[in-house]
């Protein structure tokens, strides 16, 4: 439901109406959403990343966590709206992601404290391109891609390197593209979006 519907979709009713049962029923298992959703973040973080493969290489352990938190923030968007800014304890699937991610920092030789402002870095990171993949909309894009085009042309002396970025941009991409601005690089250069990081996908 969250992953088609989003996380404002998801109520007591609407789920025990999945199970065939009433509202009310659930609460005999759970206090309300806000712990319903705590269980559907230990749910989506049940399998720990495997960072075997980069073991003793704390640049590619940390790469492999981050691309495990992106292609986990990418399945269920709904994660980054129900993990920001949280302070509720973290269950034992979330402790295991952090484990894994302090795991794969250990050969830095850092302190436990740096390798954790460490971590906060780069989960930040892998939250803004996962915010930046779940806003992004096409139509929406393409209008501000030429909106901002336009006032750039029109006052390209006043912004020259923002033109000058632009035009090294033009003279790199093949010529089937050039006809009109690539929404993704162009959303991901000006840094639209983003929200702040939690510690791990979970929280």
Known sequence: MADAQGLDAVSMSKVGAEFGVSAMALYRYVLGKA???????????????????AR?????????????????????????????????VM???????????????????LPAAQRHQVLVLAVGLVR???????????????????????????????FPAHRRRRLRADRRRPARLRAGPDPRRCRSAHGRGGNDAGMTPGG
């Not at 803004?128 to 390209?156: I, K, M, P």
């Open 35 to 53: 712990e319903l959703v705590e269980l559907m973040i230990e749910s989506i973080l049940a399998e720990v990343p495997d960072l075997s493969a």
């Open 56 to 88: 003793g290489d704390w640049r590619a352990g940390t790469r492999l966590w981050a691309r495990h938190c992106l292609d986990l923030y990418r399945a269920h968007s709904w994660a980054l709206a129900a993990t920001a800014m949280r302070r509720q």
């Open 91 to 109: 269950g034992p699937h979330q402790l295991g992601w952090l484990d894994a991610a302090h795991a794969a920092l250990e050969p830095t030789g």
């Open 128 to 158: 803004s391109l996962a915010q930046q993949t779940a806003d992004f909309d096409v139509d929406e894009d393409r209008e501000w891609n030429r909106l901002t085009g336009e006032v750039l042309e029109r006052h390209a002396a006043r």
